[in-house]
Every structure is written in C-alpha cells, then in structure tokens.
C-alpha cells in the first residue's frame, strides 16, 4: 500500500505570499499618488515602486481601476481605523469621545499635504468608476456610522439635539472634511487644535438648552 503524502501547508504559504504581494501592490500604489499625483496611477511607475514586474500586477488585479480601488479601501480603512482606536482609547464621556475623535481627525498622518494629493485623485475618478464608487459607499457609511454611535452617546446623555442624528453627523463631516481641506490647502491659515475648538463649538450648538 502506497502512504498517503503528508500536507506541506504550502497553499497556506502561497496564499500568505500573495497577500503579502497584493498588500505591497498597493502601498506602491497609495506611495506614487503622494509623489506624482495622477500620473502615479501610471502602471509602470507602479510597478517600479514596488519593484515587481508589470506581468505581476496584472496576475493580482485584473485592471488598473481594480487596483487603485483597493488601494482607496486601503486608505480609507486606515483612517477609519485610526479614528476608532482614537475613539477606544477615550474612556470618558460622550463629548471627550467626541473630543478625542477631532484630535486624531486633526493630528498627523491625517494632517500631510501628501495625503490631499491622494485624495484627490480619488475623488477625481469617482465619477468615472464604478468600483471607487463601490468602495466609496462601503468606507462613508464607517465613517458616518462611527460618528452616528457617538453623537447618539451623547444625546442619550444630554437629551434631545437641534437635528436629529442622521443630519448631525452628515453636517459634522461636512465641517471636518472642510476644515482638513482648508488645512491641507494652506497649514498658515489655522492651527490643528484651532480647528478642534471649532468642532467642540459646534457641538456645543448642537445641543438643545
């Protein structure tokens, strides 16, 4: 009788090797866009700043939309996941959740002039890709979703808001995704801790007296 051969584990391996090779695909992809704009979307820059073969990025993502579109679930879920661990490490009330929310929203990597020229040029492609719109819902609705729990916390600790909860936090984005751009656009204009005090007041008027 023949032995059966014994498993080597290799397919977990391989499958390891080629998360790790996707994973690196697109923080090259997420590192051109800071250097080089739009033109960083270039497969071949891509490919050499992750020093594979463009044979390989074709093997991993079967089109360069593909790509980029994971590299915008990437960066968007590393700043959902920054503000949430912000959110985590706060013990306190409702608004120094709130507090620790604006601090981590207006504190580096978030603040990088780098980071606006990602950022653009995935908002530059929404229109235009079905799957950056894809990834787009998936990630807004985290971000909102997060300040929806926290501004819920604090009405059931304050009472009653001007607007309800929905509203409130689509008006609270809007204010810090303003601010940020305002910051990114020109640091001189206003500090970091000057753009939380701003978020805090807001708050405060949120609040029914």
Known sequence: ???AKKKTGEPRFERK????????????????LKRFGHDGLSIRRISAQAKVSIG???HHFPTKNALVAEAYRHFNSELVGGL??????STG?????????????????????????VWVVFWG?????????RVQNETYHGYVDLLR?????LERETGPL??????????????????????????????????????EAWIERLEAK
Request: hydrophobic share 45%; proline share 5%.
């Open 1 to 3: 009788m023949k032995r």
């Open 162 to 199: 001007r607007f309800n909860i929905r509203l409130a936090a689509i008006g609270l984005t809007a204010l810090i995704d303003g601010l940020w751009l305002e910051w990114c656009l020109d640091p001189d204009n206003f500090e970091p801790r000057e753009a939380v005090e701003l978020c």
């Open 149 to 153: 729990g926290m501004l819920a916390d």
């Open 125 to 133: 492609l929404y229109r235009h890709s079905k799957d950056i719109q």
């Open 84 to 89: 949430r661990q912000a959110v985590a490490q």
């Open 93 to 117: 009330t409702p608004r120094e959740q709130l507090r620790a929310f604006f601090q981590a929203s207006f504190s580096p990597p978030n603040l990088d002039s780098d980071v606006l020229a």
């Open 17 to 32: 090797l080629a998360d790790a090779r996707r994973q690196a695909l697109v923080e090259a992809t997420i590192e051109c």
């Open 56 to 58: 390989l990025i074709n």
